[in-house]
């Protein structure tokens, strides 16, 4: 079992930052792959950023948004940058082994609002 907190959301006001963590513990050694959910009301889950040996990310955030990790704190950050109204959402992370992502925390929300 691996357990995954997320922490880092909060209100931010247009064109504003945050970054977000997401720690794993537990059986990390049967994990390669983390990536970034966001759900908005209404809306459908979203893949936003996943980084294994290499990161990827959803049109939506290209340019604005940075995954990275720290392997000596087993911590893996989502850096969002120039956010807009739209990236208004609950932000998941998980992780799993190739294309699974098996394991999720508990959500963190964003809210992005004047």
């Known amino acids: 079992q691996v357990q995954l907190v997320e922490s880092g959301g909060g209100l931010v006001q247009p064109g504003g930052s945050l970054r977000l963590s997401c720690a794993a513990s537990?059986?990390?050694?049967?994990?390669?792959?983390v990536g970034w959910y966001r759900q908005a009301p209404g809306k459908q889950r979203e893949l936003v950023a996943s980084?294994?040996?290499?990161?990827s990310y959803a049109d939506s955030v290209k340019g604005r948004f940075t995954i990275s990790r720290d392997n000596a704190k087993n911590t893996v950050y989502l850096q969002m940058n120039s956010l807009k109204p739209e990236d208004t959402a609950v932000y998941s992370c998980?992780?799993?082994?190739?294309?699974?992502?098996?394991?999720w925390g508990q959500g963190t929300q964003v809210t992005v609002s004047s």
């Open positions: 998980a992780a799993g082994f190739g294309s699974a992502f098996t394991y």
């Open positions: 537990g059986s990390i050694f049967s994990i390669n792959v």
């Open positions: 980084i294994a040996s290499s990161t």
